[in-house]
Nanobody, 119 residues
Framework: QVQVVESGGGLVQPGGSLRLSCAASGMTFRLYAMGWYRQAPGTERELVAA???????NYADSVKGRFTISRDNAKNTAYLQMNSLKPGDTAVYYCNAKRTTVVREFDYWGQGTQVTVSS
């Protein structure tokens, strides 16, 4: 059974930092692209950052230079280091694991972790 579990959210002051973790199980983690998405109330879910199975990263313009995505295949875990946090970063953050093969697409989501940036 595949599981994707986020942790590390919380309340932080503007300018502060948080590190989110995404632990995956029941899959061959190294074959999956991992992504972090976020959704604030009244908005659509948006891609924040992603790292391919080969280690290529991409970021939303709004977080470039502040957030860093990484993965540790030995620990089956992806991370999102968030620095210089702003109130606009407040959202529920979701981890996604995706793999596309010739015959099907594998797409798994975590339950989300709340990040609140406020003084």
């Amino acid at each position: 059974q595949v599981q994707v579990v986020e942790s590390g959210g919380g309340l932080v002051q503007p300018g502060g930092s948080l590190r989110l973790s995404c632990a995956a199980s029941g899959m061959t983690f190294r074959l999956y692209a991992m992504g972090w998405y976020r959704q604030a109330p009244g908005t659509e879910r948006e891609l924040v950052a992603a790292v391919s199975s080969g280690g290529t990263t991409n970021y939303a313009d709004s977080v470039k230079g502040r957030f860093t995505i990484s993965r540790d295949n030995a620990k089956n875990t992806a991370y999102l280091q968030m620095n210089s946090l702003k109130p606009g970063d407040t959202a529920v953050y979701y981890c996604n694991a995706k793999r596309t093969t010739v015959v099907r697409e594998f797409d798994y989501w975590g339950q989300g972790t709340q990040v609140t940036v406020s003084s």
